[in-house]
């Protein structure tokens, strides 16, 4: 059995084979039965790697796992003979009866979770999924699942019963000037460093959701409490009333301000339970796991939890903990996105130590008086981040918010025009838009500058207005030279004044960077900028200067979006096929520091908007 294993697991370089006692036999023989009719399929395969697997990875990983593959209150256990990590952990496993298996977790990687030969394992309740060949393989979804046991501790004992757990390794819990308490850093993290995994306390069920229709009327005062909120608190009555440490830390979130009169509740779910506070802790606190909800979301996650909740119209509301304690910004250094239940925050940008680690409640992309007003209805407070503060101070008269709503929909207000007019047009346009947030105004109390998140979209339409432009223009070789300078200018204003990065590009060389600063916003918009200015770089013919700032690209989408291994496979390679630069390819002198010095003072400049 032993050598068969070890011809199993050939193609997987240097995986090696693991003893494992399992309390669960049955399941683990099902296992190797599965395992071994389709074993040569397996070789000369790696698990899920990149984004080259994106999609495999979601449909064995995530979607099937989801269908009660659970494997609820049972644990394995394991000795550790060999390893293999890409982008994840693949274990290969035989137990005493001569049975074999894989052990397989996407998520031990970022914890670094130091796992060795010789080392005994526990494996929380595992999944049972399949490699991408099909085989069965036995999946840990959270790295709280794995625990390093001492080797002299029993084989076999059960699971404790399952409770959210998190990994929150960076960061702690403490009052926050912003309101209540807050999540801190409590180390350096770098941009794209992972924050927070989590799993939910509860799920909205899949059916119940629609097993209360359309909800009840004012159990909230003034509110409806729609059915996936109900189906929420009904699995928050099953969890709880079953736990009464989960219990109280339930109770302890914050729950806005409740009515000193009680009025009687009207729900169907009465228990022990203080069903008004607990409705209105979920007011504010659950995340609704919107999958795929623009097209911004298009990682693995949200498509996983999509095609796993087809029957809640694609919402799933949930309490997570941990992720209840992070305050609203609307320049936030944390982005979030889901794994089926799994909550994952990451660092979208460098953050010091007891920094206070913020998300965003709303869609960013919002304007000032949308997001006060969401703000307001959903979670009961005005939100006084820097960038409210300067959006408050801003002129709005009704004419410039006519200008800021057209620019923020510039092709369709330059439609018909000719070449030559349409430039015209969009150029005062945005020079309108402009005029709404004003560079005086958008610093923080110590002086750093804010990004402008409202002009990065016009001011990235208004480059393709101009290359559009340089493109057909009549006396095209004048035009074009002159009509790409413009668009090089306006795609770079998109990232530095739209996001808030510095652009360093030297002129006699071809190295490129992309500086963070204090208040920097990933966004989709920003990489789409970069790979323009990559695709003009390509057609002037500077090959080295267009990988330079594919990289640039690359490093932001990896901000952005968590992981940069799908980078390739989003559209964004236009016709320059070559592979981006590596990081690390800039020159650390004397000159390259002076350039970055004066790029960075150029930067503050506000975009100029030359006519032709
Ligand atoms: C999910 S809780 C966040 C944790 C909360 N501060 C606590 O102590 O439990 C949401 C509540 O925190 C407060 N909050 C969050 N972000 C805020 C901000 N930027 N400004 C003021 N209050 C905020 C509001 O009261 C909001 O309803």
């Given at each position: 059995m032993e050598q068969q294993i070890r011809d199993l697991c050939k193609g997987l370089g240097d995986v090696d084979v693991v003893r494992v006692g399992s309390n669960n036999a049955t399941n683990f023989q099902h296992l190797i039965a599965r395992l071994s009719t389709s074993a040569p399929a397996l070789q000369g395969h790696h698990p899920p790697s990149g984004y080259e697997s994106v999609d495999t990875l979601q449909h064995t990983y995530f979607e099937q796992l989801q269908q009660d593959q659970r494997l609820s209150g049972f644990v394995l256990h394991a000795t550790v003979t060999g390893l293999e990590y890409k982008h994840g952990a693949l274990i290969a496993v035989q137990d005493e009866r001569g049975a074999s298996g894989f052990i397989w977790s996407l998520l031990l990687r970022p914890f670094g979770i130091p796992i060795s030969e010789g080392m005994h394992i526990e494996i929380k309740e595992p999944y049972y999924g399949k490699c991408p060949t099909g085989d069965l393989a036995v999946c840990v979804h959270h790295p709280a699942d794995l625990i390093l046991v001492d080797p002299h501790t029993a084989m076999t004992k059960p699971a404790p019963a399952a409770t959210p757990t998190c990994s929150s390794h960076n960061n702690t819990i403490r009052p926050s000037p912003l309101g209540g308490r807050g999540v801190f850093a409590t180390a350096r993290i770098d941009a794209g460093g992972l924050v927070l995994l989590e799993k939910a306390l509860a799920l909205a069920a899949r059916n119940d959701a629609a097993a209360y229709g359309p909800g009840v009327e004012g159990i909230l005062q003034g509110e409806r409490t729609n059915g996936r909120k109900l189906a929420l608190l009904q699995q928050l009555v099953d969890r709880l009333c079953r736990n009464g440490q989960l219990h109280q830390k339930f109770f302890h979130l914050h729950a806005g301000q409740l009515p000193t009169s009680s009025d009687p509740v009207s729900t169907p779910l009465i228990g022990p339970f203080d069903t008004y506070r607990a409705l209105s802790i979920i007011r504010h606190n659950a995340h609704t796991i919107f999958p795929g909800n623009t097209s911004d979301h298009h990682d693995i996650a949200n498509k996983a939890t999509r095609s796993a909740n087809p029957s809640t119209n694609d919402q799933t509301p949930g309490i997570w903990l941990h992720a209840s304690m992070f305050n609203h910004s609307c320049l936030p250094n944390c982005t979030w996105a889901w794994t089926g239940d799994l909550f994952i925050a990451r660092a979208n940008r460098d953050i010091?130590?007891?920094?206070?680690?913020?998300?965003?409640?709303?869609?960013?992309?919002?304007?000032?008086?949308?997001?006060?007003?969401?703000?307001?209805?959903?979670?009961?407070?005005?939100?006084?981040?820097?960038?409210?503060?300067?959006?408050?101070?801003?002129?709005?008269?009704?004419?410039?918010?006519?200008?800021?709503?057209?620019?923020?929909?510039?092709?369709?207000?330059?439609?018909?025009?000719?070449?030559?007019?349409?430039?015209?047009?969009?150029?005062?346009?945005?020079?309108?838009?402009?005029?709404?947030?004003?560079?005086?105004?958008?610093?923080?109390?110590?002086?750093?500058?804010?990004?402008?998140?409202?002009?990065?979209?016009?001011?990235?339409?208004?480059?393709?207005?101009?290359?559009?432009?340089?493109?057909?223009?009549?006396?095209?070789?004048?035009?074009?030279?002159?009509?790409?300078?413009?668009?090089?200018?306006?795609?770079?204003?998109?990232?530095?004044?739209?996001?808030?990065?510095?652009?360093?590009?030297?002129?006699?060389?071809?190295?490129?960077?992309?500086?963070?600063?204090?208040?920097?916003?990933?966004?989709?918009?920003?990489?789409?900028?970069?790979?323009?200015?990559?695709?003009?770089?390509?057609?002037?013919?500077?090959?080295?200067?267009?990988?330079?700032?594919?990289?640039?690209?690359?490093?932001?989408?990896?901000?952005?979006?968590?992981?940069?291994?799908?980078?390739?496979?989003?559209?964004?390679?236009?016709?320059?096929?070559?592979?981006?630069?590596?990081?690390?390819?800039?020159?650390?002198?004397?000159?390259?520091?002076?350039?970055?010095?004066?790029?960075?003072?150029?930067?503050?400049?506000?975009?100029k908007l030359d006519r032709d």
């Open positions: 010091a130590i007891d920094e206070e680690l913020t998300v965003a409640y709303v869609p960013t992309s919002y304007d000032y008086e949308k997001r006060r007003g969401v703000l307001r209805a959903s979670n009961d407070f005005e939100c006084c981040c820097p960038l409210c503060e300067a959006d408050q101070a801003a002129t709005r008269t009704p004419e410039i918010q006519d200008a800021v709503a057209k620019a923020q929909r510039l092709p369709q207000h330059v439609k018909g025009a000719d070449y030559q007019e349409r430039v015209k047009k969009a150029e005062e346009l945005v020079q309108s838009a402009g005029a709404a947030y004003p560079r005086s105004i958008y610093a923080d109390a110590c002086g750093a500058e804010l990004p402008r998140v409202q002009l990065a979209e016009p001011l990235y339409h208004l480059a393709h207005v101009v290359l559009d432009r340089a493109r057909n223009g009549h006396n095209w070789v004048a035009t074009s030279v002159d009509m790409r300078v413009k668009a090089r200018i306006y795609f770079t204003a998109c990232v530095e004044v739209g996001l808030g990065y510095i652009l360093v590009l030297d002129q006699q060389s071809p190295y490129c960077e992309l500086i963070l600063r204090k208040h920097s916003q990933p966004r989709p918009i920003g990489v789409l900028a970069l790979m323009a200015l990559a695709e003009l770089a390509f057609t002037d013919g500077d090959k080295a200067r267009c990988r330079a700032l594919k990289a640039c690209a690359k490093q932001l989408y990896g901000m952005w979006y968590g992981e940069d291994a799908s980078f390739k496979k989003q559209h964004l390679y236009y016709s320059c096929k070559d592979e981006p630069a590596e990081k690390g390819t800039i020159p650390a002198s004397k000159e390259w520091e002076e350039l970055k010095a004066a790029s960075m003072a150029k930067s503050n400049m506000p975009p």
